[in-house]
């Protein structure tokens, strides 16, 4: 299958600081999804981006799809205890058919 | 319009019985998806289904894993003769008609399998 590339797989940072996370691959996707998971439940869908390009928000949570459509990024200002979780980003390869990188553990002190 | 529905949220077996897993996509939703995540990892895709077809089972074990999704009612995941290893979260996705662009998926909030 595709393989995406996501880093860092844990972060230690301090409530109110700014937190960036990223996906790569080898392979071009169509779309981009960002995601988090928090303990005992199933992955909330945070962020979709669908161009190339393209930048998009959602309160304190950026995210940008590359331009060579191999690779995304996910920023989050202000940092909050409530953000602690796990992050994954996911490409939709060939129809509607996603892959999940590994994630991104984020823990926040407040 | 109710989310995508998982049940049951936590299933123990016995070595050797079977587990059957069920999800109810997301109202107007023809594509299911079955994803598998171990402890502190990721998720790793199993199968990909449309109504009454299999479209993509390329990450389902060979033996003993087996999905359908029938034209009425949920998708079943069908796992025989558990083994400890088939220990995990098990999650659901749904998402809406294929072959169109902007297409997102929506997980249910998993079963948790524990074989004894």
């Known amino acids: 299958g595709q393989q995406l590339n996501q880093s860092p797989q844990s972060m230690f940072i301090q409530e109110g600081e700014d937190v960036s996370m990223n996906c790569t691959s080898s392979?071009?996707?169509?779309?981009w999804l960002w995601y988090k998971q928090e303990p005992g439940e199933g992955p909330v869908l945070l962020i979709a981006?669908?161009?190339?390009?393209e930048l998009t928000s959602n309160g304190r949570l950026t995210a940008q799809f590359g331009i060579t459509r191999k690779d995304s990024f996910l920023n989050i200002s202000a940092s909050i205890p409530s953000d602690v979780g796990i992050y994954f980003c996911?490409?939709?390869?060939?129809?509607?058919?996603?892959?999940f990188g590994s994630g991104t553990k984020l823990n926040v002190k407040p | 319009n109710a989310g995508v529905m998982q049940n049951p949220r936590h299933l123990v077996r016995r070595r050797g019985q079977e587990a059957r897993l069920r999800c109810s996509p997301m109202?107007?939703?023809?594509?299911v998806y079955w994803y598998r995540q171990l402890p502190e990892e990721g998720l790793k895709f199993m199968v990909y289904?449309?109504?009454?077809?299999?479209?993509?089972e390329s990450g389902m074990p060979k033996e003993r894993f087996s999905a359908e999704f029938p034209k009425e009612g949920p998708s079943i995941l069908r796992i025989q003769q558990v083994v400890r290893g088939d220990s995990a979260a098990y999650f659901c996705?749904?998402?809406?008609?294929?072959?169109?662009?902007?297409?997102?998926?929506?997980f249910g909030q998993g079963t948790r399998l524990t074989v004894v």
């Open positions: 996705a749904s998402s809406p008609l294929g072959q169109a662009m902007n297409t997102e998926a929506f």
């Open positions: 392979s071009i996707f169509n779309t």
């Open positions: 981006l669908y161009k190339a390009g």
């Open positions: 996911a490409g939709e390869y060939n129809f509607n058919k996603f892959y």
């Open positions: 109202k107007g939703h023809s594509h």
């Open positions: 289904l449309q109504k009454e077809n299999i479209i993509d």
